[in-house]
């Protein structure tokens, strides 16, 4: 008996270890954030509706200032409602609700503008237009920012 109860805990933690079996239905394993770890800056806009104002002004200006984005090694994640995409990709429902989760954000509110560091960690968080030079000026004056742009301006062009 004791076996068996010892195997069915096992079995249990082994699920809940693995986010099979995760409260509340969300898997904290889907959440795509953790796959840019290391390699890019997620910028995340979360708005309730995609006719927002603050959020369409946003969208354009990331348009116009694409470059200096990819520079930055920026990827761009938009939550419409609860519909998600990453870059211009849809995500799937599990995915873009663990990426809310993990980032304690909800689509139902205001427009949000969320950036990520390299170390997954959240580095800035603002609700409404945000300008994109402040969020340029936020990373460049990160750690490795700073030594990625130290290291291109030693380099021969």
């Known amino acids: 008996m004791w076996l068996r109860l010892w195997s069915i805990l096992l079995l249990t933690g082994g699920l809940m270890g693995t986010g099979i079996a995760q409260e509340g239905g969300v898997n904290p394993a889907a959440n795509p954030l953790i796959t840019d770890q290391g390699k890019f800056r997620p910028l995340i806009l979360v708005t309730p509706s995609a006719e927002n104002a603050d959020y369409q002004r946003m969208l354009a200006d990331i348009q116009r200032q694409r470059a200096s984005l990819e520079e930055r090694r920026m990827l761009l994640y938009r939550i419409e409602d609860d519909e998600g995409w990453r870059e211009d990709k849809p995500m799937t429902v599990p995915e873009t609700r663990a990426l809310l989760e993990a980032l ?54």
């Open 104 to 157: 304690e954000l909800d689509a139902q509110d205001p427009l949000q503008v969320v950036l990520v560091g390299l170390d997954g960690g959240k580095k800035m968080q603002l609700e409404g237009h945000v300008e994109l030079q402040e969020i340029f000026r936020t990373i460049d004056n990160m750690p490795m920012r700073r030594a990625q742009m130290k290291h291109q301006n030693e380099s021969p062009q």
